[in-house]
């Protein structure tokens, strides 16, 4: 008899346990919906606007577990939310993905809508709800919906009514004015690039909207547009005024609690009208101080934007010269960044290190769908000897280049069912990808036989992103930075763009903005 008081006891307790993990003393969990839809939109890159199918074809789209855990973003708000052990969460289906990513044109808007509907369905049959959490890029482009993201907030602020808040997080590279905020609450941007606090700003989000969705916290705003536009590649935190900027609004949050200062440095590659650097400034219920950071942010990057616009890189056969140099001196291994290529599929570099017998060097990745499609077609296996032309089927690709040397692997690789390795010339490879493929780690080149430690130089597709896992963290002695040979789209010559949403002449560095 006392071994069943003593077992109906404990499991009392459990219960009231289990109970209060999911709830606190002023009554039941606060219910937090998440919504994810991100995409850096290239809208001058060739090819036709996504459709729902370029969305699905990586993966379907997710929900429940899935989705809480499907980026770093996310991962940091769902990780925060749970630990604060009163906050339920609530997943709406989201798309994951395009094929291309950030080498694709437009959305279709059949195709942003599809996703939006649904989710703002499940929302609408989730109610009540305490908070949304928004997981987005800023960089995302639709026909005919001018500011996506603002959009999305608009529709989630139309369900929920005007009491609920609303939190976004962003990349740095996303192109964003005072209209999302008119509709949420907080906008959280990743203050590095490379991307390491991306974790953070989801976490950020979990505790702001816990601490407005308790009343603690009154998001009061600020938005300002500096009117200065940059290439993306000017944009590297590691030095410069990229990183005087973000240091300037991290000690604006040191100081004044509860402050927050997010930054947007833009994404010129999406034609859209907010395109340009940004600053968003979040208090609680300080009208007047979030207007003295704001103005302050945008008057600082006002005063370092020649700096934060201005910048050279060899072409590629300058590059080649300094490549022979570093590695003759040991400086090896050498990174490579041919940082303006959209597409992928440029070959300029290629055939500039080859002219000169540049040896022992990694190509990863070249663009080049209609290679992979003839070795499916021909049932090509390793070991086969290999005569094709690579590359080259954009405008800024330059032209297609001929490859003999020996397939050395086909098979999976990078996402993709089929990638080709091709060894040829002195020790040199080129991985072969059906679109667009930015490497950021040496490790991540490790496919078949494939090992980055057998090369000198290794060439990637990348602005910044490959100095996380090249630059960094030491890998490589020797950074090149490559400029195209033509002012093609991705490269710093911004004004050699067809822009017929945005007016140049009123960004700096290509005119004055109105007001200064």
Known sequence: MRRCIHFVTALLFAVVFVSCSTSTANGPPLRMAVLMFSHETCTFCPGADSEVEDWTRYSPALTGEALLSADRYVGGFTHRAREFGDVELLPLTS????????????????????????????????LPVDAVYLSLHGAMAVRNVPRPEAEIARRVREVVGPDVPIAGTFDLHGNEDAEFLRWANFAFVTKRFPHYDDYQQGER????????????????????????????????????????????????????????????????????????ATVHVMTNNDQALADHIADDMNDYIWRVREEFASGTYPLPADAAQIVRRAVSAGEIPVAVGDYSDRPGDATHILKAFEAVGIRRTLYTTITSPQTLEALEASNAQAGDAFDMEIGGFTPSGGTPHRIQGELVYFGEGFTYDRIA???????????????????????????????????????????????RGFDETGYARTIIVVEAPEPFVGTTFLDALPYENVDLSKLYPYGTPAGR
Request: glycine share 8%.
């Open 95 to 126: 798309p994951i993905g395009v094929f291309g990513g950030s080498s694709r044109p437009w959305n279709s808007e059949a195709a942003f809508n599809h996703f939006l509907d649904r989710q703002i369905e499940e929302l609408q049959a989730a």
């Open 205 to 276: 989000a979990a505790r702001a909207l816990r601490l407005a969705a308790r009343g603690e916290y009154t998001s009061t705003t600020a938005t300002r547009k500096p009117g200065v536009i940059t290439p993306t590649v000017f944009q590297w935190t590691g030095q410069g005024a990229p990183a005087s900027i973000m240091e300037r609004a991290r000690r604006w949050e040191d100081r004044e609690d509860d402050a927050y200062v997010s930054v947007f440095f833009g994404y010129p590659w999406s034609d859209v009208p907010d395109v340009g």
């Open 421 to 467: 390795a091709v060894a040829f010339g002195d020790g040199n490879m080129v991985v072969l990808t059906p679109t667009y493929e930015q490497v950021m780690f040496p490790e991540s080149t490790a496919i078949g036989p494939v090992d980055p430690a057998d090369f000198e130089v290794i060439v990637v597709k990348s602005r910044a992103h490959f100095r």
